[in-house]
C-alpha cells in the first residue's frame, strides 16, 4: 500500500509557466487536502475537499485551483505561476469519521523562478 | 476564525534534557488535536492525537502530550531527548461537529535541536 502519492518531487518552473501537482491516494479517504510549508509560517490549507465532486477554499487559495473528478485524485493547479509560490507543497487524505487523523504525502518542491 | 498558537520557534536542548513545547488554539467547542513530527527532508508523520477520554495521551517514541481544556492547551512533552528528536514539530487542532470534522489548522511549528 503506498499510502498518498505526489509527483513531481522537485520542478524548478519558470514564472507564467501552468504546472500541475499531481496526488493520488490508495485509502479511500473522502477528504483531501493541499498544504503549502514555508519558513516560519508552518503549513497553510490552499484548498481542500471533503468528497468526490466538492472543493472548498482554504487560507491561501489564490492563484491556486484544484479539481477532484473521483476519491483518488486531488490535482493542484498553479495558472501563471508567480515567485512567491516557491514552497514545498503537501498533499494530505483523511477519513470522514469524526475521529480520524490526516496522512501526509512526501511533498513537492516547488521553485519558480 | 480558529488559530493556533506555538510558544516557541527554536528550542536548543542537550541529550537526556526534558521536553515541553507549547500549543495553544483558540476554539471553544469539540476539538481534536494532534501532534505532527518532520524530520529533515520528509514528509509529516503523526506523534499522537487526543479525540476524547483521557486528557493525557502517549504517542511514539516516548512522546506524550495533555489536553487542558480550560487552558486551551495542548503541550507536548518528553521526559529525556535524543539527538534523534532533533525535527521539527507541529501542533494541529481541527474543531470536531459531532459528526463531521473541520479542516485541520496548524501551528507554525518548533524546531528542536538536539545536542548530542
Known amino acids: 500500500i503506498a499510502g498518498i502519492t505526489q509527483a513531481p518531487t522537485s520542478q524548478i518552473l519558470a514564472a507564467g509557466r501552468r504546472m500541475t501537482l499531481r496526488c493520488t491516494q490508495d485509502?479511500?479517504?473522502?477528504?483531501m487536502y493541499w498544504y503549502r510549508q514555508d519558513l516560519g509560517l508552518g503549513l497553510r490549507l490552499i484548498h481542500y475537499?471533503?468528497?468526490?465532486?466538492?472543493?472548498g477554499k482554504g487560507e491561501v487559495p489564490d492563484g491556486y485551483s484544484v479539481s477532484r473528478a473521483n476519491t483518488d485524485d486531488f490535482p493542484l493547479t498553479l495558472a501563471s505561476a508567480v515567485p512567491s509560490q516557491t514552497s514545498v507543497y503537501f498533499c494530505?487524505?483523511?477519513?470522514?469519521?469524526?475521529?480520524?487523523?490526516?496522512?501526509f504525502g512526501q511533498g513537492t518542491r516547488l521553485t519558480v523562478v | 476564525a480558529q488559530s493556533v498558537s506555538q510558544h516557541n520557534h527554536h528550542v536548543i536542548l542537550s541529550e537526556a534534557a526534558s521536553l515541553e513545547l507549547g500549543c495553544n488554539y483558540s476554539?471553544?467547542?469539540?476539538?481534536?488535536l494532534f501532534w505532527y513530527v518532520q524530520y529533515p527532508g520528509q514528509h509529516l508523520q503523526l506523534l499522537l492525537k487526543?479525540?476524547?477520554?483521557?486528557?493525557l495521551v502517549k504517542g511514539i517514541k516516548g512522546f506524550e502530550a495533555e489536553f487542558i481544556k480550560s487552558k486551551f492547551s495542548f503541550n507536548l512533552r518528553k521526559p529525556s531527548v535524543q539527538w534523534s528528536d532533533t525535527a521539527e514539530y507541529f501542533c494541529?487542532?481541527?474543531?470536531?461537529?459531532?459528526?463531521?470534522?473541520?479542516?485541520?489548522?496548524f501551528g507554525k511549528g518548533t524546531k528542536l535541536s538536539v545536542k548530542p
Open positions: 494530505a487524505s483523511r477519513g470522514t469519521a469524526p475521529y480520524t487523523e490526516a496522512f
Open positions: 485509502m479511500r479517504h473522502n477528504a
Open positions: 475537499s471533503n468528497t468526490a465532486g466538492t472543493t
Open positions: 476554539y471553544g467547542g469539540t476539538v481534536n
Open positions: 487526543y479525540f476524547s477520554g483521557d486528557p
Open positions: 494541529a487542532v481541527n474543531m470536531n461537529y459531532g459528526g463531521s470534522q473541520g479542516n485541520l489548522i
